[in-house]
């Protein structure tokens, strides 16, 4: 079997000592493939960040939390947010400590932060009145407060979380009304955060908004940042999507510089003892994972030719919801001798929308039935934004270990799993 289009997964050895053939026969399409090696050198890259004392790596699980990767990410030293208990609990499963998870919440009930704070974690409010909520629920305790920085940032206007066109975080000028209402429940500051966005190719938006919490950090009474622990700047580390096209990546020397220059800095500057945090989600996971899937049918309508997956948005939501762009690569299947010249192609799924479009129009070699597609920088937002939308089971997930071996790591749904919650008998 020849590949056309694979020098990416080809230079890692992606797939180990699988093709992607035998990946699909064992465990059907669509099928999503990690590979450990990589999600390792991703963590190592980002703990390399700073070598401060209290720097730390706080990876967002909502980028993909299987409990399986998220063994691996432990291991690699990092610790890890949840901002839903279904979050929480998977986090735990994977063997983290209460210590070692953010409970980073948005609009919640007293009902779950009576929950988080059951399970004994850190919650971080965003909102005067959720502080308020919390405060009558943990007098005495800890808490963690989002700032809005007013900086925002992001590939598409639905991921930008902050600045005035945002839902989240606590703006500077209400700094006075957090600390009285910390007093009246007899808080303690235990943390401060934001979050800009998802997606920034260059440093500088990032440490401009890591400054602007150092400073409001710096306008808390003294006793208040004795008391402070953590400092947590958020995620939104970019990844190079376009992968063919060569696209650079995010230059990590540049962005280590910047953050260890201004965290120490400060520290020094301040005498802070405590930690500082960043939150990424994409850049830990995005890169390790992929979409396998077979072609199933090719056609044309008028001039434009749809090929047709069984990746429609229920297994991959990024490009129905925010255009995103995902490179792919082709493995070819029994037409390997078939005509492969380059042409405009619209790869689609088989979901009953005209929006189930995986890929707009691309240049591709000629694709055939029975090709098998693989879909790159998957592994973030992927599978956790799946979902069962026309009652199809939600896929298989796999594992390439460092020997290259594969393995299940989360089985396919059966139509039995969407039944069961249903009351029938
Ligand atoms: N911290 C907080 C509070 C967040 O809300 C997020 C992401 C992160 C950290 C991690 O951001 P990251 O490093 O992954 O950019 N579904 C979208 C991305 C949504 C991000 C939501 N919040 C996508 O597929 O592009």
New binding site residues.
């Given amino acids: 079997m020849s590949d056309i289009r694979s020098r990416y997964s080809d230079e890692l050895s992606f797939f180990g000592a699988n093709t992607p053939a035998q990946l699909l026969e064992k465990w059907g399409s669509p099928l999503y493939v990690y590979n450990e090696n990589v999600l390792r050198r991703r963590c190592r890259e980002l703990m390399a960040l700073s070598a401060h004392a209290g720097f730390g790596v706080n990876y967002?699980v909502?980028?993909n939390a299987n409990p399986v990767l998220l063994r691996i990410i432990r291991e690699e030293g990092l610790v890890v947010?949840a901002m839903s208990p279904g979050e929480l609990y998977l986090d735990k499963l994977a063997g983290f400590t209460p210590d070692q998870i953010l409970y980073?919440a948005n609009n919640i009930s007293p009902d779950e932060m009576r929950q988080a704070l059951e399970q004994g974690v850190l919650v971080s409010v965003d909102s005067l009145s959720q502080l308020e909520t919390l405060g009558r629920l943990n007098r005495g305790g800890r808490v963690m407060v989002r700032f809005n920085p007013g900086i925002g940032a992001g590939?598409?206007q639905k991921?930008v979380?902050a600045g005035k066109e945002t839902k989240f975080g606590v703006t500077p000028d209400l700094l006075d009304e957090v600390l009285a209402i910390l007093k009246r429940h007899d808080m303690r500051l235990a943390g401060i955060n934001h979050?800009i966005g998802?997606?920034f190719m260059e440093a500088d938006g990032y440490i401009a908004a890591a400054s602007v919490l150092l400073e409001l950090a710096e306008r808390l009474p003294a006793d208040v940042l004795r008391g402070l622990e953590i400092i947590d700047f958020?995620?939104?580390?970019g990844i190079p999507y376009h992968k063919y096209e060569g696209q650079p990546r995010l230059d990590m020397a540049d962005l280590a510089e910047k953050l260890h220059a201004l965290i120490s800095d400060w520290s020094a500057k301040t005498g802070y003892a405590g930690r500082f945090l960043v939150?990424?989600?994409?850049?830990v996971a995005a890169e390790c994972g992929m979409i396998l899937t077979g072609v199933n049918n090719v056609k044309y309508n008028g001039d434009t030719c749809y090929v047709g997956t069984d990746v429609g948005f229920n297994v991959l939501a990024?490009p129905a919801m925010?255009d995103?762009f995902h490179d792919l690569e082709i493995y070819a299947g029994p037409a390997g001798t078939a005509d492969r010249a380059e042409k405009e192609q619209t790869i689609v799924g088989n979901i009953c929308e005209s929006g189930d479009i995986l890929a707009k129009k691309r240049l591709l070699p000629a694709l055939h039935e029975g090709d098998i597609l693989g879909i790159l920088d998957a592994g973030?937002?992927g599978f956790s934004?799946s979902s069962s939308y026309t009652q199809r089971c939600r896929c298989a997930e796999v594992l390439i270990d460092a020997e290259g071996k594969a393995r299940l790591i989360r089985r396919r749904e059966t139509p039995e799993d969407l039944a069961r919650c249903y009351a029938v008998d």
């Fill in positions: 967002s909502k980028a947010d980073i590939h598409h991921v979380t979050h998802s997606l958020g995620g939104g580390f939150e990424p989600g994409r850049y990024r925010y995103s973030a937002y934004m």
